[in-house]
């Protein structure tokens, strides 16, 4: 751009904003509302627009493309009922702490009088996911408002009239530095260093940026010094894990055996996170994971710089230390019956270098961690906000932002229908997905859950969590989908089909034949 | 129930209160907060539950159901996240005056100040659709929420939160009486009256309860007696028609064509409507439908006493005159080649006695209502609120009312991605729904909207518009949900598919290959 100002229409204007400030892919499911928007893409080539075929995969790729660039992805939805397609993906972003710029079309402000058949409270539903929403009610500023969008670190949504995007007068607004993360309070550290150095027991639970390999490294060696239980919190954004990563367990799930992880510490230190609830509320038990009586040292939440604080807790815990690391290991290769545990154990022996797992397996996935955990170095990124049909949206996102490395998508059957288009994606784009789909027929967490909550249900409630009447055929769906799909019913044949899909590029499906756990 | 007062779970409560308010269906996709909720359905056995793989079947089905039974479904879903996935067809029904009980589940309410994963402001997402919402806050009181709920005549919200729907001293509601549509205000309707006997050109445009049978029927009579241009409006709810039937042609979705409609009339009649507006704004048009220098006499909306005002009208205007209808015709029926144009006729030669055709198929559905205007009397649902994907879901619903009534689901395979595991309930419940997928691998209404805006894309743009690459195959995504599919490539080929699915129970696709209109 010249140092003149360049007046240009709003949708060049908040394109051109956008990708000089470091958004150069946008996630879109365009209506007529957005077409002048559309239009002005030709325009800006720097800016590469996927297109999904359900707001849901725009807005679930958003959030894995940020989570593994580091820099927010654009989405771009149609008005109040697109969003609201997209908005449970939209919803596991913010609890993930992800930054994406959520462009929603709206209405001309001529025609927004009107109340139109597609007019609705755009910014009411937008609220509910976003830390930041503008109502771009001007062509001359709506470069600022995307640049303002752009470095908010969170999901950020910007409501854009039609008319506002075909006016004239758009002007580029140059890129603004990207806030940095908030740092820790010099006197809460300190008094979370005094208690871990105390030799009371203790937990150091972290989260944020802190579940990359330097944070991981850190607090190693502050549990390693100080005798402190580490954990990362129960679903991290992206945790970095495998051979020559220092390791972390994870908070659990269920609620009584994170009770019984944090219960006998006196002290809990949070880097990067927040003190840990409970997933779903259950009679007679207390949603609070930390019990009474314990001292919680909040030193950073998910947005502060968690890796940062917890190498300053180093520096002063364990000066000159070096954290362990993981050693390279891998599961025995099994045969014979596909199960959950044999399932994990073939990912375990398999999963290759540098790959990104999408981890939305559910009851299934339950043996992934451990079979993994001394697989070559990848990343794993999880459902952080609850909202199930993340998985192969993430991993469409994932994959645009890595193109060298392999996305393993794992991914169970039930949550997998949400979203499932995105299979479409992942083949128009040829993007390097292996998606396994752990067919098991069931809603299997929900028949937890009912005796979780104390329910008894009869054969109507068992019919809800059937997903076998009819069966499904994903092999089916993923082929009328332009991706080439196997099915697997032997621990053989899942590793086969797996070895199969890495030697080839592009999306694989391998639809998994595993029991229900439960 | 005895006399005595019942007090049980809430949910229990809920649900009894519910089914005695002539709620007797649930469309459902629940999560754990919904547990409690999923558990009670076994000691209610009037209360049918069909599972749906995704939150929008749910409540496009609730739509489709009502708009034929005449009483509402309830939906159940699951928090924020849920609602939202369900949104955009709530969003449909809301324009369509359809109502809806839709149960969220949420938190417990002692859970809710932590502020877990899943907890998001749910009556902020609920309120851009909802005429009515309610956070059920009290055991006691739920019973007394659901009669209101259920009674309410729009989209009702009820927000259940877990701890209400498990805990004791729930009391089942009796029903309250179904309020009356309001009535026409009588000097607004002699007002009316007059215009339409002025002599001078009139309008009289028609919709909410007037698009049935004996709303046409008065419509007619008050048309043929005073020269008024009967038309209905752009998108009914429910529209009878067919041999038999007196007809209606409808306002024109494409704002100039709309404008032409009315644009001679010196009054404008609503009667079941509100003046119309162009669905989008367009550079240097007018949203406003109605030219200025026009009377406009709204007699009722779309939630008025509709037909009622026109029977009143008709006895003023045309005392013992007797409509004209719909004479019965069929299209010949075409060989050959398979068309927009083609593919209509051979609709309109097979269309059976009593279907309710679900109209999803935008541009490739523009012959249609020609074609099929002779065919026998059937009913016409179509998208009311704009937002696509709701053709497979209504057609659950509408399928659940009206068990023995063919349904014929005509929709486009851009829209039909968005909720496209509605397959499978129509799968698992053996509902009589014929689908037909025109399948023109295009979005092919943006390419008439990018041209109707006045924008110019190049490839990028018109890559977006472009669901070809690759290929999507219906037959192959329909067979992995269990509905048996063909394709048909000529009209011939159509046929037989049509007919062979009319000859067997149970769901069938046919994947209608036509080439894109633009």
Not at 81 to 101: F, I, K, Q, S
Not at 270 to 285: D, E, H, N, Q
Not at 457 to 477: M, N, Q, S, W, Y
């Amino acid at each position: 751009m010249s140092g003149h100002e360049e007046r240009t229409s709003g949708a060049t204007a908040l394109l051109r904003t956008l990708h000089g400030s470091g958004v150069d892919v946008c996630f879109a499911n365009p209506g007529t509302s957005e077409m002048h928007f559309v239009a002005a893409l030709d325009g800006v080539p720097g800016m590469r627009a996927v297109l999904a075929l359900f707001e849901g995969v725009a807005t679930g790729a958003a959030d894995g493309y940020a989570r593994m660039a580091g820099r927010p992805a654009a989405t771009l939805l149609h008005l109040g009922p697109g969003l609201g397609n997209g908005l449970a993906n939209l919803h596991n972003a913010r609890r993930a702490h992800t930054p994406v710029v959520a462009v929603v079309g709206d209405h001309a402000l001529t025609h927004a009088p009107l109340d139109a058949p597609l007019q609705s409270d755009i910014a009411a539903i937008a609220g509910s996911v976003s830390g930041w929403v503008r109502h771009s009610a001007s062509t001359a500023d709506v470069g600022a408002d995307a640049v303002a969008a752009a470095h908010r670190g969170q999901v950020a949504t910007l409501v854009l009239p039609a008319d506002v995007s075909w006016g004239s007068g758009g002007r580029v607004a140059p890129p603004a530095a990207v806030a940095d993360r908030p740092v820790a309070d010099p006197g809460t550290l300190r008094a979370a260093a005094d208690a871990l150095a105390s030799g009371e027991p203790a937990v150091l639970l972290i989260g944020g940026d802190a579940t990359r390999a330097d944070g991981l490294a850190a607090a190693n060696r502050v549990a390693a010094a100080t005798g402190a239980r580490l954990l990362a919190e129960t679903f991290p954004a992206r945790l970095e894990r495998g051979a020559g990563v220092a390791p972390v367990g994870r908070l659990a799930y269920l609620g009584d055996a994170a009770r019984h992880q944090i219960g006998a510490a006196r002290h809990v230190v949070l880097v990067g996170t927040r003190s840990p609830v409970a997933f779903f509320g259950y009679p007679g038990k207390d949603g609070d994971l930390v019990p009474d009586g314990r001292t919680v040292h909040a030193v950073v939440d998910g947005t502060g710089a968690a890796t940062a604080a917890l190498e300053e807790l180093a520096d002063l815990l364990a000066p000159g230390t070096t954290a362990a690391t993981a050693a390279a290991a891998r599961p025995d290769m099994p045969t014979g019956e596909l199960t959950v545990a044999s399932a994990s154990a073939v990912v375990g022996a398999l999963l290759p270098e540098g790959a990104i797992v999408v981890d939305e397996a559910i009851t299934s996935g339950l043996g992934l961690p451990d079979a993994t955990a001394g697989a070559p170095r990848h990343d794993w990124l999880t459902l952080t906000g609850g909202a199930i049909g993340y998985g192969l949206p993430a991993a469409t996102g994932a994959a645009v932002a890595c193109p060298d490395r392999p996305v393993w998508c794992l991914q169970a059957d039930g949550s997998a229908m949400y979203t499932i288009s995105a299979l479409w994606t992942h083949a128009r784009e040829g993007l390097d997905v292996t998606t396994v789909v752990y067919h098991n027929s069931a809603y299997a967490i929900l028949r937890m859950e009912l005796a979780a909550v104390g329910a008894t249900g009869g054969p109507v409630a068992a019919g809800l969590f059937d997903l076998g009447r009819p069966e499904l055929d994903f092999t089916a769906i993923a082929r009328g989908m332009g991706v080439p799909a196997v099915r697997a019913t032997t621990a053989d044949e899942l590793a086969d089909a797996l070895r199969r899909a890495a030697a080839e590029p592009g999306p694989h499906l391998v639809e998994a034949m595993v029991p229900a756990l439960v």
